[in-house]
């Protein structure tokens, strides 16, 4: 391979890492505006893995070079050695990348993209082996670098995805849930009858996995017998461990579509990557989310009307109060009167649960317990 081949490649493999990020944006969150600093990023990445990719192209090319190229046995062997061998070393070093380019510093990255890799390479091969096959069957020989990197693009998405955990679907589903009307009451949860709508779901989450944690108690609702009825303390740092309700129905409700529901199931809605941290001082809060980026919120629990913002920076007013039991219960709507979703959070046991009431009624929680 000399060098003009190899410049080629290493130009391919960048440009197809920035088409990756502004598709990922583009499925994620296209009413915002693109962030230049992710598409260098992603450039930057691509550039840095393509040795690995090329030097992975090289070795095939030694073992397999004098067995016929449109052998079935060949494409098995093929794919068995890429699977075993080339994906988990080029699927954890594009997430070690992403996650140092993206956060700057690596104290649980490691611990991060272990937890990650079971799930990516479960996927990776669903993904890549019948479309191997596919194209050795179905693709015209001069059609199948092209082939190959537009699949490698669709992959990138994936990865670019799962290493932002939460970020990417919670922004995904509070853009959606917006478009639905808060509902007040969880249909067969008699506990739920009296608690008020606690619409904001987007100041108070302001990060990924924010969203899908208020999705995690279960569909019938949290016992609020056990909760204390003075003011409860909803102070520390939090992390979302575990998550509950119909999460897929939930965001079927909301109008976010199929490809992307099944988008969030793959990243298990955050959990084990969204932390919040509440601040309060009886009734005054300050939550902080934090996930791909940091949003913060401060609202008085006295039910009156508010100005403050949302996960993504955009102004809301918000009304919060205590509903029975020690239920903080938050509604909100933007500046033209389109109404949020109704947000409720309350203590159980060691645990701190956010819901979320779709209009048609379908409950999702999110249970955080302090790290």
């Not at 179905?138 to 190959?148: A, M, N, Q, T």
């Not at 993504?312 to 500046?335: F, H, M, N, T, Y």
Request: with cysteine.
């Amino acid at each position: 391979m000399d060098w003009f081949t190899v410049l080629g490649e290493t130009f391919a493999a960048c440009v197809m890492c920035m088409i990756a990020e502004c598709s990922h944006h583009c499925i994620v969150e296209p009413r915002s505006p693109l962030k230049v600093m992710d598409v260098a990023c992603q450039g930057v990445v691509g550039l840095g893995l393509q040795p690995i990719t090329l030097s992975w192209a090289r070795l095939l090319e030694h073992w397999f070079g004098a067995l016929d190229p449109d052998a079935v046995s060949t494409l098995l062997r093929r794919v068995l050695v890429t699977q075993t061998f080339f994906a988990p070393l080029i699927n954890s070093s594009y997430l070690l990348a992403l996650e140092l380019l993206q956060k700057g510093r690596a104290p649980d990255m490691l611990d991060e993209v272990r937890n990650k890799m079971v799930d990516v390479m479960r996927a990776s091969v669903s993904f890549w082996v019948p479309l191997h096959f596919l194209k050795q069957r179905f693709v015209k020989p001069e059609s199948r670098v092209l082939f190959g990197r537009l699949a490698s693009v669709v992959w990138m998405v994936f990865l670019t995805g799962r290493s932002r955990g939460i970020t990417f679907a919670v922004k995904l589903s509070h853009r959606s849930i917006r478009a639905s009307s808060s509902s007040n009451v969880v249909p067969g949860s008699p506990r739920v009858a009296s608690p008020p709508r606690s619409g904001t779901e987007e100041p108070t989450w302001i990060g990924d996995e924010a969203f899908f944690e208020s999705l995690d108690s279960p569909r019938g609702g949290p016992s609020l017998s056990i909760l204390e009825t003075s003011v409860p303390d909803h102070s520390g740092d939090w992390i979302l461990t575990r998550v509950s309700g119909d999460f897929d129905r939930f965001l079927g409700d909301v109008g976010v579509p199929w490809l992307k529901r099944r988008f969030f199931a793959q990243v298990k809605y955050g959990v084990g990557h969204v932390t919040m941290k509440v601040v309060q001082n009886t009734e005054d809060f300050e939550i902080t989310n934090v996930a791909q980026s940091t949003t913060v919120m401060q609202f008085r629990v006295d039910g009156t009307d508010q100005s403050s913002t949302d996960m993504i920076g955009r102004p809301v007013v918000c009304r919060a109060r205590w509903a029975e039991q020690g239920v903080l219960e938050l509604e909100s709507k933007r500046s033209d009167g389109e109404v949020l979703p109704v947000r409720r959070q309350w203590r159980e046991g060691d645990e701190l649960i956010v819901a979320l009431v779709s209009l048609q009624g379908t409950v999702a929680n999110r249970h955080y317990t302090r790290k």
